[in-house]
């Protein structure tokens, strides 16, 4: 997709028209129709949960209200037929006590942070310990965990939500009161489109990201090492054994972490590597070639060859995590009622760097008052 239409389309769902819909709609959302609303389930304390449905160019989606997750998400393979290529659960309880982050929105910082700990003009704040000795995703009660508003929007060029959720200052020991923004939209051809927005009224760390499980043969199908994928990276950030960042910029030259021309997934993933053996797999962030751009930018392909279903990722960001369902262990039951077991999904998070507030010397992730945070990452499909 070019530069051009991407930034029509961004404008066209920044001005998107609100549409109500009403509980317990039956019918399905059609092309360029009006997202569908339904109950899906309610929290502990009584919190309703929505679910919405949004279709168009092809692509259906299903997003809650709960973690701005992606519940579903179904694509069309060489033979136009439809598959949920998202991993899942049916029902409101499973995400709640899920340790997986199935397709939530990640916030207020995705990936990791060494010892939950930073230091911003000089004060020194701690977070929420959730990871071992570190912080991951925002803390034990992250964006994921969280009830957004939900506003639906249809224009000419596609449907999509905005989904809205303000994190009061101190919020997991994040400074500042963070109002954030993220708009899903689908476009006319199908692709879906993530935009991020944040303002602060404190200085603050802000690191947004979307940790969809992808496997394009479709969910329960078992494994996706078979997947080809290719990332325009020629460095990427090795980890100690908590999985924190050395430092380090290194070259994927020589190792498994060279994907710049396209391999199968489970091409290196068992051999004896001491990064491999630290994350049981792959779980790390690449250094993208591009580094950070005003629009998103081509940076990796995935596709699957027993169904031809294949999906570009542009971004504006610099770094791209990639982690391989390590920690999958056959404890979930997914939306198809099959049991997922290690390598069932695959995530890519298009991301600045892990544990960047420790490293001055990486791309900044710090906020000001009277700044917005906007980055901008564009899902294009296909099937061959």
Request: proline share 4%; with cysteine.
């Amino acid at each position: 997709m070019d530069t051009s239409r991407r930034t029509v389309i961004a404008a066209a769902a920044a001005a998107g028209l609100a549409a109500s819909t009403s509980v317990g709609t039956a019918h399905a959302a059609g092309k360029h129709g009006v997202p569908v609303k339904e109950l899906f389930g309610r929290l502990a304390d009584g919190t309703k949960v929505y679910r919405w449905t949004l279709e168009n160019g092809g692509t259906r989606m299903k997003v809650l209200s709960y973690g701005g997750i992606i519940q579903s998400l179904e694509i069309p393979d060489r033979h136009g037929r439809r598959a949920n290529v998202s991993l899942g659960y049916d029902n409101i309880e499973s995400y709640v006590a899920g340790t997986t982050f199935f397709g939530a929105l990640i916030g207020r910082y995705g990936n990791r942070i060494a010892k939950g700990r930073f230091t911003l003009d000089g004060t020194t704040y701690q977070l929420s310990v959730n990871n071992g000795e570190n912080s991951l995703h925002g803390g034990a009660k992250g964006f994921n965990t969280r009830v957004w508003d939900v506003e639906p929007f249809r224009d000419s060029t596609g449907v999509g939500l905005h989904l809205h959720y303000t994190s009061i200052d101190g919020e997991m020991g994040y400074p500042g009161t963070l109002r954030t923004k993220v708009t899903y939209a689908l476009t006319a051809r199908g692709d879906w489109h993530i935009d991020y927005e944040a303002t602060t009224d404190k200085p603050t760390v802000v690191n947004l990201t979307n940790h969809i499980y992808w496997n394009l043969a479709g969910e329960g199908s078992g494994t996706i090492y078979d997947h080809e994928l290719a990332v325009a990276a020629s460095r990427y950030t090795p980890v100690d054994s908590g999985l924190i960042p050395t430092g380090e910029l290194a070259k994927v030259a020589g190792t498994p972490f060279d994907f710049r021309r396209a391999k199968s997934v489970g091409e290196d993933i068992r051999v004896g590597n001491q990064q491999l053996l630290y994350g049981q797999g792959i779980d790390h962030n690449w250094v993208l070639d591009k580094g950070v751009t005003a629009e998103p930018e081509h940076i990796a392909t995935l596709s699957d060859p027993s169904s031809g279903r294949t999906v570009r990722l542009s971004t504006t960001e610099p770094g791209l995590q990639f982690y391989s369902g390590n920690f999958l262990d056959g404890t979930s039951v997914g939306t198809s009622g099959k049991i997922y077991r290690q390598g069932d999904g695959m995530c890519l998070e298009t991301q600045h760097f892990p544990d960047s507030p420790n490293q001055p010397s990486w791309p900044s992730t710090v906020l000001r008052p009277g700044r917005t945070y906007r980055t901008s990452t564009v899902h294009t499909f296909s099937a061959h």
